[in-house]
């Protein structure tokens, strides 16, 4: 089975209301968005498409590695790079 079927099969954006934005290294160091191997521009295009209107965490509940200023200042530049 490949890692994302369920998210295919079972159309889980659908009912989705909160995602939790986080990324990291291969061995779980947390990382700034797009520095990990998550595919952060990716997932938020996919909801850009859909009109996601739920919400977005930045972080996903581990600790991220800056400041909030420079959290919002990521994703920012993420949105204006996509």
Known sequence: MAPFSAYHANRFINYMAQLDVNDGTRDGISTRLACGRAE?????????????????????????????????ADFTALLDNM
């Open 40 to 72: 952060i521009k990716e997932i938020i295009s996919i909801l850009r498409c859909r009109n996601f209107d739920g919400v977005l965490t930045i972080g996903g509940g581990s600790l991220y590695p800056a400041t909030p200023q420079e959290a919002v």
